[in-house]
């Protein structure tokens, strides 16, 4: 399974009715539990690398903004996952894969679930690349 390409989501609530405070408690409550599902390889919180010089921190956690890796074939239930959990609030997704990327906005959950269609398409522009 080590070979198998994994796809990098970056979402962050963005629910204008919620303040700093309110985003990162939702987000810290979201990564305990994608940290406990077995379809993620890894999530943290995103950090900015690119702050000011001088500030004290070499890198700042941006606030209610998390990072999750998750192979091809998990993708639709960690996506039904964020989908059962902030079906309520506008999330906006950023999907990777090799040197491609997409920016999604999602106010519904079958808007995010659209991004599984667009992380299998980024895989297979990449693997046509690599094959190619």
């Known amino acids: 399974m ?8 970056t979402f962050v609530v ?3 009715d919620l303040d700093d405070e309110e985003r990162q408690k939702i987000a810290n409550k979201l ?5 406990e599902l077995d379809e993620v390889e890894k999530a943290e919180r ?11 921190s070499g890198f700042a956690t941006l606030i209610g903004v998390l990072t999750a890796e998750v192979s091809m074939k998990n993708v639709k239930s960690f996506l039904g996952f964020l989908g059962d959990r902030l079906s309520d609030k506008p999330i906006k997704i950023n ?3 090799g040197d491609k990327e997409v920016n999604i906005e999602a106010k519904s959950r ?13 895989l297979e522009a990449m693997s046509d690349r690599s094959n190619g």
């Open 2 to 9: 080590a070979d198998e390409p994994t796809i990098k989501f």
């Open 14 to 16: 963005d629910d204008a």
């Open 31 to 35: 990564l305990r539990e994608i940290r």
């Open 95 to 97: 999907v990777k894969a």
């Open 46 to 56: 995103a950090e900015d690398l690119n702050q000011e010089a001088g500030s004290k």
């Open 110 to 122: 079958q808007e995010l679930l659209e991004s599984e269609r667009v992380a299998k398409e980024l």
